[in-house]
């Protein structure tokens, strides 16, 4: 299982000890300062608090809104009595050494500070319905092997849809976007 919310967290701490001292201001009003902003950006999610804290990392003066009383976006988490429940973001691809994420955070610094664990190849979902028991796994080929055996009639669908999930993934990686 990964940490979203540490990642999130760790970024919301990055951005607010890079911000210059502001004046403290209530929840409901906007600070009332005549101070200057290289950047404003609307929304503490894991995009704008990237982009925050990537921002305020190379010297600029960034303020961030937020319409919501805590940060993160969907990557934010929330507890209900004693269970801890994520928002939306569960999981977090291509955080291994060099890979894209890990790059995002080397170049923050924080590498070191957000970790992640690896999520068990043989299965880190379940699914429960009538009929039905299945753990989902890692592998487009794999998963689509264990599927067709659950649901022969649709094998050919299922080759169909990976085979379109496989060529998507390989073209998302081959977009020329990195942390140089
Ligand atoms: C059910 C579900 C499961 C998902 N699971 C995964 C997953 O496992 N792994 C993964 O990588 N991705 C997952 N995603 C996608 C991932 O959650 C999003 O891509 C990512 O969180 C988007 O981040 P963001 O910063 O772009 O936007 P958001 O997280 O939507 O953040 C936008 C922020 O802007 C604020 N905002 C909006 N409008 C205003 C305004 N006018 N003024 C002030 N604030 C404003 C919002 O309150 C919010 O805090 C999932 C998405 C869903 C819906």
């Given at each position: 299982m990964i940490i979203a919310h540490l990642f999130v967290k760790t970024i919301v701490r990055h951005v607010l000890t890079h911000r210059r001292p502001m004046p403290p201001v209530s929840n409901s009003v906007l600070p009332a300062t005549h101070e200057h902003y290289d950047f404003a950006i609307i929304g503490m999610g894991i995009g704008g608090l990237t982009l925050g804290a990537l921002l305020a990392n190379a010297g600029h003066?960034?303020?961030?809104?937020?319409?919501?009383?805590?940060?993160?976006?969907?990557?934010?988490?929330?507890?209900?009595?004693?269970?801890?429940?994520?928002?939306?973001?569960?999981?977090?691809?291509?955080?291994?050494?060099?890979?894209?994420?890990?790059?995002?955070?080397?170049?923050?610094?924080?590498?070191?500070?957000?970790?992640f664990h690896r999520l068990d190849s043989n299965g880190f979902d379940r699914i429960v319905a009538p009929g039905i028991d299945y753990t989902i796994g890692s592998g487009f080929e794999r998963e689509c092997q264990r599927l067709s055996v659950l649901f022969p009639v649709h094998a050919g669908n299922l080759k169909r849809y990976f085979e379109i999930v496989t060529s998507l993934h390989k073209q998302l990686y081959d977009l020329p976007i990195g942390f140089s």
């Open positions: 003066k960034v303020i961030i809104f937020e319409q919501h009383y805590v940060p993160g976006g969907y990557g934010h988490t929330f507890r209900q009595g004693r269970f801890s429940f994520c928002a939306e973001l569960h999981y977090v691809w291509d955080c291994g050494p060099g890979e894209r994420v890990y790059q995002m955070l080397a170049k923050l610094g924080l590498e070191k500070q957000v970790t």
